[in-house]
């Protein structure tokens, strides 16, 4: 089980990537792969487009590079809870761990009805209770909330 400091730690990662998708002209979202060790950064993605997520690229690639066996001990590590696509893809990827720095509900927030980010409420804990495996989730983190908070106020309000 990944510790709070190294959550902390990963969640500012992912937030670095976010920030290079953003400087690309994407949506400043981004995520990481934590291999079982809680170290080990083993891929990285920003968000692609509206359907290609960070989070549902990153899965999907994970999936197709690891054995599920091997995956179900990585942790998906992403600056913004999930969205139910892309809690379902890391279902199907059968990545056992989650870890998100802020709600999808904050998310909503901040985009209002934003026509590029139409945010659904609908928690990634929500999405992977209703599947047959217990994917631990861990998140809000509050230590980086407020870091990835600022990232997209920027973003939606311009």
């Known amino acids: 089980m990944m510790t709070l400091e190294q959550a902390a730690r990963h969640l500012l990662r992912a937030n670095a990537v976010a920030e290079r998708a953003l400087a690309l002209g994407k949506h400043p979202f981004g995520a990481i792969l934590v291999a079982p060790d809680g170290d080990t950064i083993l891929a990285e993605q920003g968000n692609v487009d509206t359907v290609n997520h960070a989070e549902s690229t990153l899965a999907r690639t994970a999936a197709t590079n690891f054995t599920p066996e091997y995956l179900w001990h ?17 279902y199907w990827a059968n990545i056992g761990t989650l870890v998100f720095g802020m709600t999808e509900r904050r998310l909503l927030e901040l ?18 209770a209703a599947g047959q495996k217990q994917v631990t989730v861990i998140g809000p ?18």
Do not use: K, Y
């Not at 985009?111 to 590029?116: A, I, M, S, V």
């Open 111 to 128: 985009t209002g009805n934003h026509q590029e980010n139409p945010t659904m409420d609908l928690p990634s804990r929500t999405v992977l």
């Open 74 to 90: 990585c942790t998906l590590v992403t600056t913004v809870e999930p969205c139910a696509m892309c809690a379902g893809t890391q």
């Open 141 to 158: 983190v509050p230590a980086v909330e407020e870091a990835i908070a600022a990232l997209h106020q920027h973003f939606w309000q311009r």
